[in-house]
C-alpha cells in the first residue's frame, strides 16, 4: 500500500502504525470465519518445524536440513486511516504452533482467545501463553447455533481468569459482532494501561 | 507445490538484524549493488515494495512463505536495496494513547 507524503530519496518518510491483533484459539473455533467477518482475508503461509511424527512430507527438498513444512495463517487487514492499519492474524491454538506465536507475539497490541463453550479446555494453552508474556488479551465466546451452555461467569471460573478480563459473547459470522470483540479488545488494552476511557 | 526454499537456494535463516512482521519496507535509490546474485522472487519482492509496504503484506502479495520473504527482504537489505523500518508501536505497553482511540474511533466506523 501507499502512503501519503512518502519521499523516496528523503530522511522524513512518513511511517505508518502498524498495530498487530492475535486471534487464538482451537481448531474449528471460527477463527477463520471472523477474522473475515470484519477484513479482508489475505492468504499468508509460514513454515512449521517438522516433527518426528510429522516426516510425512517431502515438499522441502533443497533445504539445508528437512525440518519444515507450510501451513496457512488467517491474515486479515483494516485499514482504518492511511497510516493507521490493524493487522489480525489468527493462530492454531496447539503448542506444537507456538513457533509462529513467538514471532506474531512480538510487540502484538494484545489477543483475542475465541472460545467454544463446548470445548473450553481447547483454549486453556492460549491463555497460558498471554498470561506468562504479559500479553493483554479477552475472552470471545463464539456461540453456536445460538445455543450457550454455560454463562459468562461460569465460564471466567471455568478458565480461573480474573474479574477484570473481558469475556464477552459474539457471533463469528457477523461483522458488528467481530467488531465488538475488537473494541472490546482495545478497550481492555486502554484499561490495563492505565488509562481511562470514555465510553 | 513449489519447493519453497529453493529459491533462497537452501538457507532458512534471514541475514543481519531480525526484523518485525509489520515492519515497513522501503526500497532506496540505490543502483549500484550488483544484481546478478538476485532470482526472479527477489525482483517480485523489490517490484511489491515500490512504494512502502509491510513484511507481510509482501508475503502475502508474492505467495511465498513468510520465512522465504524474510530471507529475500534481508539479501536486498544487504545489497542496499531496501531499508526495513521497525513500526511504530512495538509493544502495548508503549503504545500512545492517542493512537489507541483513534483505533477505537476507526473501528467504531466501519
Known sequence: ?199 | MVRPYAVTRGRTRPAGAPFDLVATVIVTQARTADLGELGPEHFSVLQLAQAPTTVVDIASDVDLPLGVVRILLADLRELGLVVIQAPIPVKARQVDRETLREVLHGLRGL
Not at chain 1, 461460569?154 to 480474573?162: G, P, T, Y
Not at chain 1, 478480563?165 to 467481530?178: F, M, T, Y
Open chain 1, 1 to 199: 500500500m501507499a502512503y501519503a507524503g512518502y519521499e523516496a530519496t528523503g530522511g522524513a518518510v512518513r511511517r505508518h502504525r502498524a498495530i498487530k491483533i492475535l486471534l487464538a484459539g482451537g481448531f474449528g473455533v471460527g477463527k477463520t470465519t471472523l477474522v473475515g467477518a470484519v477484513s479482508e482475508i489475505r492468504p499468508l503461509r509460514t513454515e512449521e518445524p517438522l516433527t518426528e511424527s510429522g516426516k510425512y512430507v517431502d515438499s522441502t527438498a533443497g533445504v539445508e536440513r528437512k525440518t519444515t513444512t507450510t501451513v496457512a495463517m488467517d491474515f486479515g487487514r483494516i485499514t482504518l486511516r492511511d497510516d493507521l492499519v490493524l493487522y489480525l492474524f489468527g493462530t492454531p491454538g496447539q503448542e506444537r504452533f507456538w513457533f509462529m506465536w513467538d514471532e506474531l507475539a512480538l510487540g502484538a497490541l494484545g489477543a483475542v482467545v475465541l472460545a467454544d463453550t463446548r470445548r473450553l479446555a481447547d483454549c486453556f494453552p492460549a491463555i497460558d501463553y498471554f498470561e506468562r508474556r504479559d500479553i493483554p488479551f479477552i475472552v470471545a465466546l463464539n456461540v453456536f447455533d445460538g445455543s450457550r451452555r454455560y454463562s459468562v461467569e461460569d465460564v471466567r471460573v471455568a478458565l480461573d481468569l480474573d474479574p477484570s478480563l473481558p469475556i464477552v459473547l459474539c457471533d463469528a459470522r457477523s461483522k458488528e459482532s467481530a467488531k465488538e470483540v475488537l473494541i472490546t479488545l482495545i478497550e481492555h488494552v486502554l484499561y490495563v494501561t492505565d488509562t481511562p476511557v470514555a465510553r
